[in-house]
Structure formats: structure tokens, C-alpha cells
């Protein structure tokens, strides 16, 4: 069974830095893709940003050029490093990964963007 193991949520205020990690139970190469999803109070589940096994990656338009997504492979994590953070990336951000028709999810961790 895949698990995934999110961390590095927290409050920071609007234009700080946040890094998430998501920790898997397995070997992230195995994975056709790992991703970073978020849910806003009251908004469905929105892509963020994914990172292939190619290692080519896509992101939402809201977070190009603030966001970047990458992987270490011998530590089987999956990292997004949030930049010039803005009150509207307020969410739960949750860790994806998918091997196959698969998808697997972890439990999310809390992004509050406030002042």
C-alpha cells in the first residue's frame, strides 16, 4: 500500500516562503507522476503543480513563476517550494501520486497565508 506523508504547512504571512515535502512509502521513480493539489474552504480540489517521471513538470497559471515543484529520488520526497505567498494560496495542500490508473493521496497539510 502507497503512502503519502505531507509536512511543511503552517501560517506565514503574504510574500513569505514555505517549502512542503511529501514523503512516500515507496520509490517515487515507480510513480508516473507525483503532484500538489490544493482546497480552499468552499473550492473544489485544484492542480497545482506535477512532476513526471521524465522529470517535466507543469504548473497552474495562479502559481507560475512563484512556485516550484522537484523530487529527490534517494530520499523518495517530493518537494514544493512556495515563494511570494499571497492570502488567495490559503488551503489544504494535499500530495498525489500516480503508478498506472492508480492514484494515491496523503493527508494534506494546512497553507494559511495572513498578516
Known amino acids: 500500500q502507497v503512502q503519502l506523508v505531507e509536512s511543511g504547512g503552517g501560517l506565514v504571512q503574504p510574500g513569505g516562503s514555505l517549502r512542503l515535502s511529501c514523503a512516500a512509502s515507496?520509490?517515487?521513480?515507480?510513480?508516473?507522476?507525483m503532484g500538489w493539489y490544493r482546497q480552499a474552504p468552499g473550492k473544489e480540489r485544484e492542480l497545482v503543480a506535477n512532476?513526471?517521471?521524465?522529470?517535466?513538470?507543469n504548473y497552474a497559471d495562479s502559481v507560475k513563476g512563484r512556485f516550484t515543484i522537484s523530487r529527490d529520488n534517494a530520499k523518495n520526497t517530493v518537494y514544493l517550494q512556495m515563494n511570494s505567498l499571497k492570502p488567495e494560496d490559503t488551503a489544504v495542500y494535499y500530495c498525489?501520486?500516480?503508478?498506472?490508473?492508480?492514484?494515491?493521496w496523503g493527508q494534506g497539510t494546512q497553507v494559511t497565508v495572513s498578516s
Open positions: 498525489k501520486a500516480r503508478r498506472l490508473s492508480n492514484d494515491y
Open positions: 515507496g520509490r517515487i521513480l515507480s510513480f508516473n507522476l
Open positions: 512532476i513526471f517521471s521524465s522529470s517535466s513538470t
